[in-house]
C-alpha cells in the first residue's frame, strides 16, 4: 500500500508548456517536502510546507499544501529541458524534531523536450 | 562544507554474500538515515541513526543492519543478500535539532545476481 501517491507517474511535455504534479494521501502530514532527483545522484530538497494551505514560490516552480495537510501539488509554470527529472513528494509524521522518518511518494518522472 | 559522501558508489555481488555500504555525513549533521530505492520507486526509509544509536526503523527484515561511529559516519550491512536487495541505497543526513531538511549522497547502486 502506498501511503503517498503521486501522479502522474510519467510526463512528457514540451518546453514552455505549464504542468502540475499531485501527491495525495488519506493520512495527515506535519510536513511535507518536495525533491527533485537526477540519474545517479540523490534527490535534492527544493521545499518544505508545514502549514495547511500553505504556497510557496520557488522561481517557476509552486507549491502548496492541502488545508487538511493530506495532499500537496506541485506547479511549474514554463517548464524548461533543465527541469527534467524524477520529482518526489516526501511526508513526515509525528512531531519528533528527528527528521529522517520520510515517507516518500513513487515518483514523478518528468521530460521537458526543447 | 563537506556534503554528504557515499561509497562504494557500485557494486555487484551474488545471492547469500554480505554487503557493507559506507557514509559520511555533512559538516555539522549528527543524524543519518538510510534509504533503499528500487528502479522506478520512491526511497523507502531503512532506519535512522542518531548519537550512535538506531532512532526508528522501517520495515526491513534484520539482515539489514547498521552502525553510527563516534564522527557520525554510518555503515549499512546486509547479510544473506537476495536478488530483491538490488537498488540504490541512500544515505541522509540531517541536524537533529533542525526538522525537514535531509541532504542526500549521491547512493551505492547495488546489483545481486
Known amino acids: 500500500t502506498q501511503l503517498l501517491e503521486q501522479s502522474p507517474q510519467f510526463l512528457s511535455i514540451q518546453e514552455g508548456e505549464n504542468l502540475t504534479v499531485y501527491c495525495n494521501s488519506s493520512?495527515?502530514?506535519?510536513?511535507l517536502q518536495w525533491y527533485r532527483q537526477e540519474p545517479g545522484e540523490g534527490p535534492v530538497l527544493l521545499v518544505t510546507?508545514?502549514?495547511?494551505?500553505e504556497v510557496k514560490k520557488l522561481k517557476r516552480l509552486t507549491f502548496q499544501f492541502g488545508d487538511a495537510r493530506k495532499d500537496s501539488s506541485l506547479h511549474i509554470t514554463a517548464a524548461q529541458p533543465g527541469d527534467t527529472g524524477l520529482y518526489l513528494c516526501?511526508?513526515?509524521?509525528?512531531?519528533?524534531?528527528?527528521?529522517?522518518?520520510?515517507?516518500f511518494g513513487q515518483g514523478t518522472t518528468l521530460q521537458v523536450k526543447p | 562544507e563537506t556534503g554528504v559522501t557515499q561509497s562504494p558508489t557500485h557494486l555487484i555481488k551474488t545471492r547469500g554474500q554480505q554487503v557493507t555500504l559506507r557514509c559520511s555525513s555533512q559538516?555539522?549533521?549528527?543524524?543519518v538515515s538510510w534509504y533503499q530505492q528500487a528502479l522506478g520507486q520512491g526511497p523507502q526509509f531503512i532506519f535512522q541513526?542518531?548519537?550512535?544509536?538506531?532512532?526508528g526503523r522501517g520495515n526491513f527484515p534484520p539482515r539489514f543492519s547498521g552502525l553510527q561511529f563516534p564522527n557520525y559516519s554510518s555503515e549499512l550491512n546486509v547479510n544473506a543478500l537476495e536478488l530483491d536487495d538490488s537498488a540504490l541505497y541512500l544515505c541522509?543526513?540531517?541536524?537533529?535539532?533542525?526538522?525537514?531538511?535531509?541532504?542526500f549522497g549521491e547512493g551505492s547502486r547495488l546489483t545481486v545476481l
Open positions: 541522509a543526513s540531517s541536524q537533529a535539532v533542525k526538522t525537514g531538511e535531509l541532504f
Open positions: 493520512s495527515v502530514f506535519s510536513s
Open positions: 510546507v508545514v502549514t495547511g494551505g
Open positions: 516526501a511526508g513526515e509524521k509525528g512531531g519528533s524534531s528527528n527528521t529522517g522518518k520520510l515517507i
Open positions: 559538516s555539522g549533521h549528527n543524524t
Open positions: 541513526y542518531y548519537r550512535e544509536e538506531e532512532n
